[in-house]
């Protein structure tokens, strides 16, 4: 097990500690006096208190001795996690550097395979504009084999990312002659700090759903935007600084990357992390194949675990959402439920996707329609939460913010049967029959999203009510606060600060956000306590803790010569079996019966049941990869 920092170890300490000691000498005082006017030592309810507490904080807490147990309160809690992000930065995450490279290659052939698509597109539409006017250059892309096949004029152009300069704003708002702002958003989203007209992610999202472009145009922005996440994000951002070549690289000797992790930075309670950051990206938006690069050596393995509906359940405990505490107790999935709010029941039940014994609101379908609905709903369900629609008024202004975040916009539709397809390059395109761009004679995507938010509206008052408890809460508070209106996280009374002078969405959204940090530090504790426990023997490493999911990496309890074999509980056969013995009658695999044993037991340790409310369960995963787990 990777120890805890060394009470003595000057370099870590200034690293997460930032330690100055002229500058604490002056601040700690004051400091302390608005940390415990803030409640950052008040005690916290005993009834939520990890049955290790005071064992785990003595592990990781080498340098303080306490007499009596540690008190529960946010300054130890937050200490010892601050702790752990040290042993996150210590035991770092093994890198697959021949897929690194392998991945590169995929994707900055996608790019230029679509800025090629761009500039035909471009000149086939007579634009005073080409692509080397609407890109800048990046000089960190080596030539290569990816770029085969493009003209000597186009070569250089494909090695650059489009920009958010002036070309591409002449672009859109002169030759395309785009609505300045888009149908339904805001101006003060809309125009840049300086005043300009936006061109940034949102912007054009917001014309992509106002159901005001024609095909080629809807192309022309789709690309940008592939464009600039491909080469900004995935490539600048995640692939090549985990390369030795990259001037910048992020890779140490021993082929592991070391996230420098910390618990004080953000007002939710969430871990920051930097260089890289690995709480920034996921497996949406042409992102699925990035996890895979980051693996385990040889005898080990990874396992973690994600929340179930994580924020739905705090909705459900704190909001009273009635719909959600019905499904939680009658084991509906609340995104179906959703779902059939928002396209009604019959188009949900007749979905493609159900499986051999149709219809099950209590199962997440593996594809097809009912598939695309569900993941749609979730989207709307989770935003319409925090858009905090107080009058009917607001609805056309959250229905054109909900249909700029929808998935399936964001990386285009070439199918109509609901599938998963491929688009030359191995990035994935989302294509759903229900949410396509607008076609001639056919409701813009708005209209749709905006008859979905009005039954929404129209059918849960339970959101209104939770609503206005919020900012009410808000308002209270800042009258016995000298004018200073805050919200608190419901377990551990986390407080925010001022909130953008009540903005509504902040105030609904604040205190769900640290409300989930609240639970996610108890599972750590729980965690935490498996590792100086009955996990000691498989010397567990504590990798990373993103938003809702742990990530960590163990001995693989099936030994260190086992086959590297894979299959999910529930019969989904994954990799390293034969078909004849996935087929054969009660085939049960010996190593991965023992690796499914670890994580039942981490989730065991990892539910947290808070007195009379519903409880948060987690999922647990094992591999070789973090897209594995």
Avoid at 314 to 322: V, Y
Avoid at 392 to 403: G, K, P, R, T, Y
Avoid at 530 to 540: A, D, E, I, Q
Wanted: hydrophobic letters at 35%; aromatic letters at 8%.
């Amino acid at each position: 097990m990777s120890k805890a920092l060394d009470a003595g170890d000057d370099q870590v300490r200034l690293t997460y500690a930032l330690t100055d000691v002229i500058v604490n000498a002056r601040i700690t005082e004051p400091l302390i006096a608005r940390a415990t006017n803030n409640g950052y030592m008040r005690p916290l309810d005993e009834n939520l208190k990890p049955s290790g507490y005071d064992r785990v904080c003595d592990e990781w807490n080498p340098g303080r001795k306490v007499r009596g147990g540690w008190a529960f309160n946010l300054l130890n809690l937050d200490q010892t996690r601050q702790s752990f992000c040290g042993d996150m930065h210590r035991n770092g995450i093994q890198i697959d550097c021949d897929r690194v490279h392998e991945l590169i290659t995929k994707y900055e052939g996608y790019s230029a395979h679509v800025k090629r698509r761009l500039a035909s597109n471009l000149r086939e539409a007579a634009y005073n504009i080409s692509i080397d006017d609407v890109v800048a250059g990046d000089d960190d892309v080596e030539k290569d084999e990816a770029y085969e096949g493009i003209s000597s004029d186009e070569s250089e152009s494909a090695r650059r990312t489009i920009s958010s300069g002036n070309k591409f704003r002449s672009l859109l708002y002169d030759e395309m002659k785009l609505d300045a702002p888009p149908n339904g958003m805001e101006e003060a989203d809309f125009l840049t700090e300086s005043g300009l007209y936006g061109t940034g992610n949102a912007v054009l999202l917001a014309h992509m759903a106002s159901g005001k472009l024609d095909q080629r145009k809807m192309d022309i922005i789709n690309d940008a935007r592939i464009i600039k996440r491909v080469d900004n994000k995935i490539l600048s951002t995640v692939l090549k600084p985990l390369t030795r070549e990259y001037h910048k690289s992020l890779l140490w000797m021993d082929d592991r990357v070391r996230t420098s992790m910390r618990a004080f930075l953000t007002a939710v309670g969430r871990y920051s992390s930097v260089k890289p950051n690995m709480t920034n990206f996921g497996n949406k938006k042409g992102q699925e194949q990035l996890p895979t690069v980051f693996t385990c050596p040889p005898g080990r393995m990874l396992i973690g675990f994600d929340v179930d509906q994580f924020h739905i359940r705090i909705m459900a405990n704190k909001w009273g959402i009635r719909r959600y505490i019905k499904g939680f107790e009658d084991g509906i999935d609340p995104h179906v439920a959703m779902a059939m709010i928002m396209v009604g029941d019959d188009r949900v039940r007749k979905a493609s996707g159900w499986g051999e014994k149709g219809f099950d609101p209590k199962t997440k379908p593996k594809g097809g329609e009912a598939k695309g609905l569900r993941d749609t709903a979730k989207t709307v369900g989770y935003a319409y939460a925090y858009l905090c629609i107080t009058r009917e008024s607001m609805i056309a202004n959250a229905a054109s913010i909900l249909a700029t975040s929808l998935k399936a916009i964001e990386v285009g539709v070439t199918r109509t049967d609901g599938s998963m397809v491929l688009d030359g390059f191995g990035v994935q395109k989302l294509a759903l029959p229900y949410i396509k761009p607008p076609e001639p004679g056919k409701p813009p995507l708005i209209d749709m999203v905006t008859e979905w938010v009005r039954r929404i509206y129209n059918q849960e008052k339970d959101w209104n009510r939770a609503w206005d408890k919020c900012t009410s809460t808000y308002e209270s508070n800042k009258r016995r606060n000298n004018g200073v209106g805050f919200m608190e996280s419901y377990y551990f009374h986390r407080r925010s600060g001022n909130l953008t002078d009540g903005k509504a969405q902040e105030v609904v959204n604040y205190p769900i956000l640290s409300s989930e940090q609240d639970i996610m530090a108890l599972m750590e504790f729980q965690v935490m306590d498996l590792f100086l426990t009955s996990w000691k023997k498989w010397n567990p490493m504590y990798l990373l803790q993103v938003h809702d999911a742990m990530k960590l990496e163990v001995d693989d309890p099936a030994g260190p010569n086992a086959p590297r074999c894979r299959y999910l509980d529930g019969g989904e056969w994954k990799a390293g079996h034969s078909k004849a013995e996935q087929k054969s009658p009660g085939f049960r695999c010996k190593h991965c019966e023992k690796r499914m044993e670890l994580v039942r037991e981490l989730e065991h340790a990892a539910t947290i049941t808070p007195p009379g409310e519903i409880a948060y369960t987690v999922e647990g995963h094992w591999g070789w990869n973090l897209g594995d787990i």
